[in-house]
């Protein structure tokens, strides 16, 4: 063995020995090693203890029972019990004398609403809106049985408490709690024993879709981990497909909740997931379909919370789940009481806007409803829903309302169509004029063309824009109605004509044997025919008021012929109210550019736009002072240049 070999060995030693020092526990750590070794131990002793004296009681409930006539069944009963009880006791603690009981279920009704609470949890575990069905005529019912969960989970020491797994007692004896002609309040406990309980209380007022929920703790100040300055409140819901138009309803069913004092937010609708952490305060959460809400209101407020959804694939009997962590706010006092309201019931923008749970509330509830952002939703708050809320209040048929507003929205906006169609008169006469500019110079000095076109313009006083503007004007209008047709809940399930629901698709025929064209759908609906076919209608008229932008722009023509196809398949499965509007509202524009045409005499206005080009053209203020601006600053450049050659 050399000197080499040697030397390895003897460091190797070395790294072996320092590593060994290294990593020998302190004191402190081999005395905590200790101590949770002993911990161990004392938890196996305790444990093989109680199981010493689980035989020995099991055994004397075998001797107690040899004398009993039915021996085995009697003792394995006594048996049973006794561990059921020492089970409880050892899960729930001071909370075992409700970790066992019956389920029963109370119903609370008035002219609004059903509700049952369960006494396993405490919590709603049926819901149905008397006042509406579901597409198919079925009573409507918003959830039933395990769609539907609520879970009030805190520390009991080294326990955690859900309250969905305990028995609540009723205070009264009573199964049915109508509140159709007076308010009734329905009270259930989870005793901890003397003194000791959470109560949670339901309170229905007549003609009311609120229910009030209150939460009171009392005696438990010095059991409910006293670190613990909140309770968390656990609700998860599968949202049930109520709508004939599941795609439709699918993308306007999600999550809405309202920041504490501020504004309202929402999880996207179209996405298969989608899950949001909240850690500012919140006011409401709300489960939301298409016309129907299920939300929890605080009182005060929520601490934090996450909310998430998931999609069902199938979307046959369910839409999507719901889930919902919230944070609840505990002082830990002797008697606390922690209030909140649930509303169950429609997505109807009037309702919610006048929802409150305490005085001088601002909940915002009618954002539930989707008017559009912006612009939009003004126009639809401001203008369409007054006129719609005060025709429905003199008219019964919804056809003849959606009529009757096409024909007040087209006249008020005649002016703007009017104006609109004269700027277009006013360019197409002019076009030979501009022809002859194009003809005199050159296609390569495009500067020069647009610069001796604009001098024309002016001289004969017309706005290249003139057109355009009155339209874009009346665009929102469009696409507002785009957004309120299929939010209103007062179109659903009402008829007109063959269409059986104004809030769904239409349907002349359904295709045999489950048969669909894709981004098409399953069936033809007659009304997105007819607003075809008066688009293309007008789309011939068009190009004969707009020659000369259809020259410049061949592409538009082609886009304005393909825009009919394009809205067969857009609006084949929306509102038949929407597609009936936007026929409607075609006709009309058809009749009134007819009847423009009759109203303006082109040869009258170029005859007069010419005169206007033939007068000196008077300067304004504004451009006398833009000249002598311009003189100024000229003159004094000059000045500046001698200056410095000087």
Known sequence: MDKNQILGIVIIVVILISYSVYMMPSDEEQAEKNRKRDSVALVIQKREIADSLDRIKIDSIKEAAKNTPDTVSYADSLITDSLKTDNIRDKYGIFAPSGDGEEKMITLINDKIKLKISTLGGFPKYCELLEYKTHDSLPLILFEGDENNADLNFYLGNRVIDSETMFFTPQRDDTLYNAVGNSQTLALRMNAGPGKYIEYSYTMEPGSYLVKFDIKIVGLQNDIAQQQGYLDFFWNASLRRQEKGTDWENQNSTIYYKHFEAEVDYLGETKDDAKEKISTQLKWVAYKDQFFTSALIAHDYFLSGNVKYTKDELQDKYLKYFKTRLSIPYDKKANEKISFSYYYGPNKYKLLQDISVTKDDDLSM????????????????????????????????????????????????????YKSYKSSAKMRVLKPQIDEINAKIPKEKQMDRQKKTMELYRKVGVNPMGGCLPMLLQMPILIAMFRFFPASIELRQKSFLWATDLSAYDSIWDFPGGFSIPFYGDHVSLFTLLMAAAIVVSTILNPQQMNSSNSSMPGMKLMMYMMPVMMLFWFNNYSAGLSYYYFLSNLVTIGQTLAIRKMVDEDKILSQLNAKKAKPKKKSRFQDKLETIQKQQKLATSKNIKKRKK
Request: glycine letters at 10%; hydrophobic letters at 60%.
């Open 366 to 417: 009618q954002n539930l409803v989707p008017l559009g952002w912006g612009v939009f939703g003004w126009v639809n708050r401001f203008a369409i829903i007054p006129l719609f809320n005060w025709l429905e209040g003199h008219i019964a048929s919804f056809g003849l309302i959606i009529l009757l507003m096409t024909l007040i929205i087209k006249l008020t906006l005649f002016p703007l169509t």
